[in-house]
């Protein structure tokens, strides 16, 4: 198996799939979220190939990209036989991106540090300046609002209503964003996490300060 070469068709397979999305999925977010996986995969001794390859897969099998669960996993797999990616590898990274995907029954606990490692990159590029670009403009694809003083988070409904209704990107700080941080699995996690919760933070005083004009 050469790991080099299946890392390039990788990348390229998930640039074909992903470059034209707008709803938060796109190539970059992934590029992104491969260089923080690698980072941390470094220092915690992980499988480097293993967290390259979830990290690069990990938005394909998404529900918001494909008509079925089934479907979307289906496209992963027979990438990855069509790459001639070895069954032990194929098993470990459907292992990570169906357990991060799929969040029915709140967020199962990655099983793996590979998993655990790019769950946290996935949370880390929702967070800081890129997660508030990526709020905004996910906000703005959505035809949402920035803020409204009485749109308060609701917190009782199910998880269809959950994903139809009306909200607001400042909401969305309240209802994820700032919830992150103490979600990071890993040290290295933890610690970035810490200064892009902060920043955000910051971001929201000021957004308030200068929606009252005082
Ligand atoms: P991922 O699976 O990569 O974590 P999501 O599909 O949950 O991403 O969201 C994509 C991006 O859009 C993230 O930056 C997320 O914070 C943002 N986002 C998701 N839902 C909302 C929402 N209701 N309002 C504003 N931003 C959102
Ligand atoms: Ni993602």
């Given at each position: 198996m050469d790991k080099e070469s299946i890392i390039l068709q990788t990348k390229s397979f998930v640039y074909q799939q992903?470059?034209?999305?707008?709803?938060?999925?796109?190539w970059w977010h992934i590029y992104r979220v491969t260089n923080i996986a690698k980072k941390i995969a470094v220092i915690e001794n992980a499988d480097m190939f293993l967290c390259e390859m979830a990290a690069l897969l990990?938005?394909?099998?998404d529900e918001k990209l494909n008509s079925t669960e089934e479907e979307g996993i289906k496209k992963v797999k027979d990438f990855l036989s069509s790459a001639n990616v070895n069954e032990v590898y194929v098993s470990r990274i459907m292992e990570i991106i169906t357990t991060m995907s799929f969040k029915g029954g709140g967020n199962p606990p990655m099983k793996t540090l590979e998993g655990m490692i790019v769950q946290d990159a996935d949370r880390l590029d929702a967070m800081g300046a890129i997660g508030i670009a990526r709020t905004f403009a996910y906000t703005g694809a959505k035809n949402?609002?920035?803020?409204?003083?009485?749109m308060d988070p609701v917190e009782k409904l199910d998880k269809e209503q959950y994903r139809n209704r009306k909200s607001t990107a400042i909401n969305h700080f309240y209802e994820k964003l700032f919830k992150l941080k103490d979600l990071m699995n890993t040290d290295m996690g933890k610690e970035m996490a810490e200064s892009r919760h902060q920043f955000m933070k910051e971001y929201i005083v000021t957004f308030f300060i200068e929606w009252e004009m005082n």
């Open positions: 992903l470059h034209d999305d707008a709803t938060g999925h796109d990990h938005d394909i099998a949402q609002l920035i803020y409204h003083p009485d």
